[in-house]
């Protein structure tokens, strides 16, 4: 099975900060991989595809990106409404498995 | 649009077996698969298996020998059952469309599902 492993598990930061979450691949999972917010009491809503594509209507302070099996979403400048959990994805093969997850919060 | 929407019972016994619905529009279930995701309460993400647009399947090993999803696509809806359930199948229960680009792109609002006696 493919390990993500993901970091941090929570951070607390500043409006207009930059933000960096991280998910390390046990092996190549090339581009397949996704990003998702989770805010309280809702489904998860997907921010980044193809590990640097920007889902539709996704605010372009949003990014991903990759080096090796390393995988980064980035947050330009932490806005207001951008506080949940963060959780990324691998779907390059079965069992698809998710990050343990990143609480984001506001300083 | 593309909609997704669980429903089943809330609460279950210990043992009993978890039927679930997810009646999908906006998609065919031939064009697109179909994913089953569990969240415990309080934790992360748990994917339980898929249900293809060729009508195959992929289960979670863990899940595996309780759990068998199928579908109707002249009702546009995707089943899950999972027997012998215990408290910690305790969750909210998400279905998931899956895109051409591997990810799950569409979700639905998930159904709390609570094991206990």
């Known amino acids: 099975d493919i390990q993500m492993t993901q970091s941090p598990a929570s951070l607390s930061a500043s409006l207009e900060e930059i933000v960096t979450i991280t998910c390390q691949a046990s092996?190549?999972?090339?581009?397949?991989l996704a990003w998702y917010q989770q805010k309280p009491g809702k489904s998860p809503q997907l921010l980044i595809y193809g590990a640097t594509s920007l889902a539709d209507g996704v605010p372009s302070r949003f990014s991903g990106s990759r080096s090796g099996t390393q995988y980064s979403l980035k947050i330009s400048r932490l806005q207001v409404e951008d506080p949940g959990i963060y959780y990324c994805l691998q779907g390059y093969s079965a069992p698809w498995t998710f990050g343990g997850g990143t609480k984001l919060e506001l300083k | 649009q593309v909609q997704l929407k669980e429903s089943g019972p809330g609460l279950m016994q210990p043992s009993e077996t978890l039927s679930l619905t997810c009646t999908v529009s906006g998609f065919s279930l031939t064009s697109n698969g179909v994913g089953w995701v569990r969240q415990p309460l309080g934790k992360g993400l748990v994917w339980m298996g898929t249900i293809w647009a060729g009508g195959s399947t992929n289960y979670n090993s863990a899940v595996q020998s309780r759990l068998s999803i199928s579908r109707d696509t002249s009702k546009s809806q995707v089943f899950l059952k999972m027997n012998s359930l215990q408290p910690e199948d305790t969750g909210t229960y998400y279905c998931?469309?899956?895109?051409?680009?591997?990810?799950?792109?569409?979700w639905g609002q998930g159904v709390m599902v609570t094991v206990s006696s």
């Open positions: 092996q190549d999972i090339g581009n397949w």
């Open positions: 998931a469309r899956w895109d051409y680009d591997g990810t799950l792109d569409y």
